[in-house]
């Protein structure tokens, strides 16, 4: 667990080129468009970008279906583009994840059209090809799996009774894995971008690499051939050579984007001891308001299915590698309207509470572009307006049937398209959100009035939340190596959960619904006095262990701590100087007198405004709470000496400087005179009375 490595504290924004921010003006977007809003990005406090495919491909399933994976697509530029692109993002301290897609290539793969042209080509044990059954004088498919995107998983080639596997479309046939010169390909791709200064990858449908051998047919009522593909028999031997060939040899961050995998392959996957990958997505939670694990079938949002699925993995991770923190991706409606939280009055509250719910757990942050301000589902108005093709196929095979009205049916869909989550981003009020200057490849969405230019004027900015969030994600050691528990499991309006690590812990407790209840802390967290982190309202209520929470507040809140009054760090400087760091601890609300921090900031906005009120000073202030801050005070009373104020994070003593000579303790008024102006000298006095002492 204390293994450290970037990924366990990486923050990660998921980009969807197609629909960033086009800057060539053709209605899509494209890679200068997105370094146009790196800086947009960073300052949200994420430290890494994953990009969903960047590849040459035509697209018929949007980027996953790769036609060259060593050529970025020209719709979105070139490979010029691209490395100046990993550059922008390694200037601005931020990582750059690769998305990869090996189960299949595009049909339009040079490998494919070889392998279809001729039998005899090389390239035909690259993919999955098998004889048709002969039935009378119908040809059938080799046996009866069903595509995961609807009707027959094989296609027939054109000319031969043969048909060739594709879970997927039927553009996008699955490579045979089998097969070592595919691998050899795969760990030459892997490379290529490693060398060229990707640290890291997500990995498309990594579980359904493996096949069973000889394809049984399956006896399944639905999605035939599931049980032979998923977790194949083979899916840890690939992965372990893969970590041996490639993973071990750079610092990366690999995430598999996992299909139903099964409870014993998760925990393998993502074991360090496995050596396979680093962590997983698994979207158990997701389906916490549909049948069957379909998005079109929607039910009631339920929060106890949610929070299980979520704590499960979590809990699961904690134990046995890494965990993944997901609301949104390009596969998924947006969160804040699939499960049903009252938008009209609440936007900023539900999402600003869904976020802080999940992003606080155990696992790596995955943020989707556009969760950041909050946008919502659209309202497709026609068949014709959705771009995804698994929306068309879903409508012909299955909803177009159904004996209902079409708007019904719309609705169906409307619920559960992964167009929903591909509308143009929406950074300003003009005529195409902002998104270009041209009409967009897809239609926009319906509230355009959700779009980054109002939220960061806004007094209630979700991106500004999301960034006091992803300060304590990314400072607070707790929020990233501590232990999760479930508070209250079986709480049908609440979710509250405590994260605890090396004596540290905090709560976080969020209100699920639109009326204010009340929520009391289990019986050994009643007793302290807590101060907040963060809250989504600037009233916060915890008393003797009641919590009084707001329509959707979210609240995060850790106990003060009996120490946590202040401290005096001294050291001597390379030139035997004396200096002097001051750390303000834990710095409680309302019990103390001074230092005070408001119910709705964080300790670092605290410490800012207490220097800035209580001394008056100018100040070099740096966003990382957990940041020493250097100033130099216009007219210091003490000579030669540098002065800094370190702010701290829970009551975590952190100094980090080698010079440290000692620390002392001070009581609180003590430590509070201390940072009083005119008591430098006297602070001075005393550092030098002791560490002159022996
Ligand atoms: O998704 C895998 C996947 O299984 C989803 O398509 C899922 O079934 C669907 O979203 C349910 O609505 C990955 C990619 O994320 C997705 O965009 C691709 O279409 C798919 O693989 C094929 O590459």
Redesign the pocket.
Known sequence: MDNKKWFKEAIVYQIYPFSYCDLNGDGVGDIKGIISKLDYIKDLGVNAIWFSPLYDSPNY?YG?DVRDYLKISPTFGTMDDFKTLIEEIHKRGMKIIMDT?F??TSSEHEWFKSAIKDKKSKYRKYYIFKEGIKKGDKLLPPNNWTS?FTGSAWERVEGEDVFYLHL?DKH?PDLNWECDEVREEIKHIFKFYCDLGVDGFRM??FNLFSKVEGLPNDDAKFSKGRKYYIDGPKIHEYLHELYKDVFSKYDLLVVG?S?NPHLEDKIKYVSEDSGEINMIFDFSHLNADSRFGV?YLHKKFNLVEFKKNLMDSEELYFKNGWGTLVLEN??QPRSISRFGFDLVNYHYEAATMMATSMFLGFGVPFIYQGEEIGMTNTKFKSIDEYRDP?TQFVYNSFIKKLPISLKAKIRMLNH?A?DNARVPMQWDDSLYAGFSDFEPWMRLSDDLNINVKNDLRSDKSIYHYYQKLLSIKKNNKTAIYGDIKDLCPECKKVFAYKRSYNGNMFLVVSNFTNRQIEYFLPEDLKGYTYCTLLSNYVDVSVNSGKVILNPYQSIVIEPLKEYSYGAVVYRKNDNGKIEYLLEKMGLGHVSLPKGHIEANETIEECVKREIMEELSLDINLDMNFSHTITYSPKESAIKDVTFYIATIKGGEIKVDNAEVVDTMWLNYSDAIDAITFESDKEVLKDANNYLNKE
């Open positions: 399933d996953y897609v189960n299949h995961i997927f996008q498309d449908v984007e299909f998005n390009h596969d698994v559960g992964r």
